[in-house]
């Protein structure tokens, strides 16, 4: 993990320039949706440099986790700007939550378990921390159904696996099954390799 976080600190910098097209063409209106959804008390993992912030109901109050300081500190800038005092933010890895069990309501994880090194064990630990009938919303990319889209992924994979240890081949909803949830829906956004999945516990 720490070999991961090193990458991350080091693309912090140029991260937000470099998802910027695909940002205003598709992921933020993929982020509004999902975060209208997020109610109570909140946790995101993988909070990254704080895209969701601007999205998040004015009602919720936000625990935000990432294990790169280099993005927590991009984060802490835009929480600032935008004037979010319902927002913490943390140092955190996803697989070692310091949380007491059964502490939130909703889960909220965007692009993140693409990059967990051991996916499984984080989706765990997030099911730990939320209450029983909690709701977990993921908005991930994974390995699509058909072969024909998955020739491309197989082909960015090792790209993106040296870039900033993401794999683009992950099969994230059933690792959120193997996890203990349940899913409640799936909305495929990007053909169905960007999926919005809502879960509970």
Same mark, same amino acid.
């Given at each position: 993990?720490?070999?991961?976080?090193?990458? $991350?600190?080091?693309?912090? &910098?140029?991260?937000?320039? =470099?998802? @910027? #097209?695909?940002?205003?063409?598709?992921?933020?209106?993929?982020?509004?949706?999902?975060?209208?959804?997020?109610?109570?008390?909140? #946790?995101?993992?993988?909070?990254?440099?704080? *895209? !969701? %912030?601007? $999205?998040?109901? *004015?009602?919720?109050? /936000?625990?935000?986790?990432?294990? @790169?300081?280099?993005?927590?500190?991009?984060?802490?800038?835009?929480?600032?700007? %935008?004037?979010?005092? !319902?927002?913490?933010?943390? %140092?955190?890895?996803?697989?070692?939550?310091? =949380?007491?069990?059964?502490?939130?309501?909703?889960?909220? @994880?965007?692009?993140?378990?693409?990059?967990? +090194? !051991? +996916?499984?064990?984080?989706?765990?630990?997030?099911?730990?921390? #939320?209450?029983?009938?909690?709701?977990?919303? =993921?908005?991930?990319?994974? &390995?699509?159904?058909? *072969?024909?889209?998955?020739?491309?992924?197989?082909?960015?994979?090792?790209?993106? *696996?040296? %870039? /900033?240890?993401?794999?683009?081949?992950?099969?994230?909803?059933? !690792?959120?099954?193997?996890?203990?949830?349940?899913?409640?829906?799936?909305?495929?956004?990007?053909?169905?390799?960007?999926?919005?999945?809502?879960?509970?516990?």
């Amino acid at each position: 993990m720490a070999e991961t976080a090193k990458k $991350y600190d080091k693309f912090s &910098k140029i991260y937000d320039s =470099f998802e @910027s #097209l695909m940002e205003r063409r598709a992921f933020s209106k993929y982020r509004k949706k999902a975060l209208s959804l997020a109610r109570g008390k909140v #946790l995101e993992v993988g909070v990254g440099t704080g *895209k !969701n %912030l601007p $999205y998040y109901p *004015k009602d919720v109050e /936000v625990i935000g986790i990432d294990f @790169s300081k280099g993005m927590l500190e991009k984060a802490e800038r835009r929480r600032k700007e %935008l004037g979010l005092e !319902n927002v913490k933010l943390m %140092l955190m890895d996803v697989q070692n939550l310091e =949380f007491e069990d059964e502490m939130f309501d909703t889960i909220v @994880s965007t692009f993140v378990f693409c990059t967990v +090194p !051991n +996916p499984i064990k984080g989706l765990k630990e997030v099911y730990r921390v #939320l209450k029983p009938g909690g709701k977990a919303i =993921f908005l991930e990319h994974m &390995k699509s159904k058909s *072969k024909l889209l998955n020739i491309l992924l197989y082909l960015m994979d090792p790209i993106t *696996k040296a %870039l /900033v240890g993401t794999s683009m081949v992950r099969e994230t909803q059933k !690792n959120i099954e193997k996890a203990g949830f349940k899913i409640e829906k799936v909305e495929n956004l990007f053909f169905d390799i960007v999926r919005l999945i809502i879960a509970t516990k």
